[in-house]
């Protein structure tokens, strides 16, 4: 048997000696650190990583002697297809452009990519000829390197603890070696014809979601295999009668496979593989308890596969208590980056009232009119995010709240393209695997660095390439420093879409829709569209582009601060000269009321410019006051712009808004304003729900201190009670214990408030 062959020429050495063996260390940074330049196909993790992992790393709870099973996944090739190898009947099994032996030792480095590559060929690999064949079907034509890594000690019936990055293939990682397993031998022909055959594979996974997909990947790859899947949320009776009817794997979430095997509808009596899916989640959804009874109920003598993306304590207890001698292979790696090479990461700076119109801008410029999911922490969040997208760009919310029905329709409406974007809590989104998400957007910062691998992971999947943006507020650029840190990443700052960038996304949208119009359907247009022309020229295709994109009225101006609606934001400079004292920004509301008193009273936020050569600064007015004040006589020395681009700015270290000292932060809700804001351009529901909403949800995040990431002591709900409270008394009355990062107004100097200032 190849895998008694295999086990026989695995090479065992010590942790020490695979660390001092400097090409085995070489080959293993080549995998992991290894970066995407441009990977499209599905294959091209192998095209990136060239060879197969080679490391395998101890844990505290794996086998002092991890195996080093390179030599053993050659001889399970060489072994299994020895006559192609040795060059025996290689013509007549294979044809002859299955493998070329001559080009293996030629040592050119397109032969060694070539010999690199087909090693991971899963057709030249001793697995079932139907598994190979349905997997080929999928597209599925090589190993991944988690695959790679697991495949052999799997066979060998090793207990496993493994990590790779997201959408590296876990599923098939466990998927492949069990199949085989199942599919083989004398006992398999006769157990695959029994009814009422109780289930030899039970995987266990932490949501429903997540449970339907590895049912899914298992059924596709070998669809000879009877597998069910359990979860709650749905009846009992179709579950019970596959059951019964005797099955080969069970996938599902501990609660329901507790509820059936308490009712004898399950038993477990012949389980001979374990896979933990996801062992860390099954602690962060709750199920802790439930994973434990179960395995309790398990036969002793099984093999156990335990997945996880961290190691706390329960998972490391859970692993010491069940598995036995296990092995761990970890391809993430404590120091290097934890997200899938191919996604590129940005980071925003957002208010708590531009948050949702900088979210629609986002996604029409970054999604292009392809998938994107939205993270929210809250259900509610979800619920109102997605409802204030659909103005714009069809979306649909997902959630615990919504019943199990719904969140498969959602679901699968998603993965068909009938909308585009997902808004979904984090629980609720842990573990898709739908194909070609483009965007991810972190609406709200994730609770710790592991949520945002997780939440990030949705895309850039099995080697494609995608994107993910973190929307934050000022108060929360540290803990996005400490996420770059934690997860080992790096972000690029970007600003909110300009106004050309998202009409020019809007018309490239409207014209990949174009394509997909039906020829029939054109022709019934083609008098009208000809006779436009005539009249308009382009003019006609550029007005139907317009209505189509949802810009039938010109679009109204946008701050480059906040974002808000309605609103621009003008650049003052001064030459020096005619500075008195330090230009701050009590020199721009003196200059305001002396040149436009109306401009100083709806003055929004002031930042000063970060460039020790130019005097100046920026600021937001409401689109209308701006107009009349740059139609004003200025003062000698000054000079006014409106800016399409924000220039550097100082420091916008406080937590406050304590540039407001001078301006309007509450404009929003200021009483007393004489001036109807929604003529102004506030978007009436927008701008001020998102206000307070996000005030509402500021609690449940994690409060950062001392560089560890912590939730709250407190549900997320009533959390935002000791959230807002903190925040309103930084932002109110300055946070005195903390280090003041912004200038002074009063001299200008950093370091101090102006309160606090030693020259007032
Ligand atoms: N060898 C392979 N070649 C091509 N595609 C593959 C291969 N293995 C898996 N895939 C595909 O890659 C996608 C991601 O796989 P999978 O969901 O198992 O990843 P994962 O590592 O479990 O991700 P996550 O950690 O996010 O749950 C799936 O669509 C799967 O069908």
């Known amino acids: 048997m190849a895998t008694t062959a295999a086990a026989a020429a695995t090479t065992t050495i010590g942790v020490s000696s695979l660390v001092r063996t400097p090409s085995l260390d070489i080959s293993t940074r080549r995998v992991l650190l290894y970066r995407f330049d441009k990977p499209r196909s599905s294959s091209s993790l192998l095209k990136v990583c060239g060879a197969a992992p080679r490391l395998f790393v101890p844990s505290a709870i794996a086998s002092p002697n991890s195996v080093l099973s390179e030599e053993a996944f050659k001889g399970f090739r060489r072994l299994s297809k020895s006559p192609l190898e040795e060059g025996e009947d290689e013509e007549e099994e294979y044809g002859s452009d299955a493998y070329n032996s001559e080009e293996e030792g030629s040592g050119s480095s397109s032969a060694a990519a070539g010999q690199d590559k087909d090693e991971l060929a899963i057709a030249s690999l001793d697995l079932p000829p139907q598994l190979v064949s349905t997997l080929e079907k999928r597209g599925i034509t090589h190993l991944f390197p988690i695959q790679r890594a697991v495949l052999l000690p799997a066979l060998e019936g090793r207990d496993i603890i493994a990590r790779a990055k997201t959408g590296t293939g876990k599923t098939l990682a466990f998927g492949i070696p ?14 695959s014809r029994q009814s009422g055959r109780l289930p030899r594979v039970l995987v266990l996974a932490p949501t429903r979601e997540l449970a339907r997909q590895v049912e899914k990947e298992i059924k596709e790859s070998a669809p000879y ?14 579950q019970k009668n596959a059951l019964i009817r005797g099955v080969d794997v069970v996938v599902g979430t501990p609660g329901r496979i507790i509820d059936l095997v308490n009712e004898n509808s399950l038993r477990l009596g012949e389980v001979q593989f374990l896979v933990l899916d996801e062992a860390d989640q099954m602690l962060a959804v709750g199920f802790e308890e439930d994973v434990e ?10 093999q156990s596969m335990l997945f996880s993306a961290t190691m706390p304590g329960w998972v490391k207890k859970l692993a010491r208590r069940n598995l036995n001698d296990p092995l761990t292979i970890d391809l993430v790696g404590d120091r290097d980056e934890k997200l899938a090479e191919g996604i590129k990461l940005y980071a925003i700076p957002t208010t708590a009232t531009s948050k949702r119109t ?20 809250t259900k509610r969040d979800a619920d109102e995010v997605s409802m204030a997208l659909t103005n714009s760009i069809a979306s649909e919310a997902l959630h615990g709240d919504i019943s199990q029905h719904q969140r498969e329709r959602t679901l699968n409406g998603f993965r068909q393209g009938k909308f585009t974007v997902l808004v979904a809590t984090d629980v609720a989104a842990r573990g898709l695997d739908i194909p070609n998400v483009d965007l991810i957007i972190h609406y709200e910062l994730p609770n710790d660095p592991e949520t945002f691998v997780h939440r ?8 494609k390439e995608g994107t993910a943006i973190l929307m934050f507020t000022s108060s929360q650029r540290r803990t996005v420093k400490s996420l770059e840190r934690d997860v080992g990443c790096r972000f690029e700052f970007i600003s909110p879409p300009q106004m050309q960038e998202i009409l020019g996304s809007s018309a490239e949208q409207v014209v990949a829709t174009l394509q997909g119009v039906h020829p029939e359907s054109i022709q019934y247009f083609l008098p009208t569209a000809q006779r436009l022309t005539d009249e308009q020229g382009t003019q006609a295709l550029a007005a139907a582009l317009a209505h189509l994109s949802g810009f039938s009225q010109p679009p109204s101006s946008r701050s480059l601060i906040n974002h808000e609606q309605g609103w621009v934001t003008l650049q003052l400079t001064r030459e020096p000269g005619y500075t008195r004292g330090f230009f701050s920004a009590r020199s721009v509301t003196g200059f305001l009321s002396d040149v436009f008193p109306a401009a100083a009273d709806e003055v929004g936020k002031i930042y000063l410019i970060a460039d020790e050569r130019i005097q100046g ?6 689109e209308d006051i701006a107009k009349e004040l740059l139609n004003k006589q200025l003062p000698p020395g000054n000079s006014l712009s409106k800016i399409t681009k924000l220039p550097t700015l100082q420091d916008d270290g406080p937590t406050t808004d304590n540039y407001g000292r001078f301006s309007n932060r509450e404009r929003g809700y200021r009483g007393g304003s004489s001036r109807d804001r929604n003529q102004r351009g506030f978007r009436s529901s927008g701008a001020r729900d998102s206000n307070s909403d996000d005030g509402l949800r500021r609690g449940g995040r994690v409060y950062r201190t001392d560089n560890s990431w912590s939730r709250s002591p407190r549900g997320s709900e009533d959390d935002w009670l000791l959230g807002s409270r903190r925040s309103s008394r930084s932002s109110s009355y300055g946070n005195r214990d903390r280090s003041f990062g912004g200038t002074c107004f009063n001299c200008g100097r950093s370091g101090h408030r102006a309160s606090d200032c030693p020259n007032k």
């Open 456 to 463: 990030s992971g949705r895309t850039g999947r099995a080697g």
């Open 293 to 302: 009874v179960i395995l309790e109920k398990l036969p002793s003598e099984r």
């Open 225 to 238: 295999l009877s597998t069910v899947c359990v979860y709650g949320g749905v009846s009992y009776n179709i």
């Open 178 to 191: 069990i199949i085989k397993r199942l599919s083989e031998g004398d006992e398999w022909q006769r157990k």
């Open 358 to 377: 900088i979210l629609s801008d986002l996604v029409t410029v970054y999604a292009k009119g392809g998938k994107a999911i939205v993270f929210t922490q």
């Open 617 to 622: 600064a920026v600021f937001d007015l409401p």
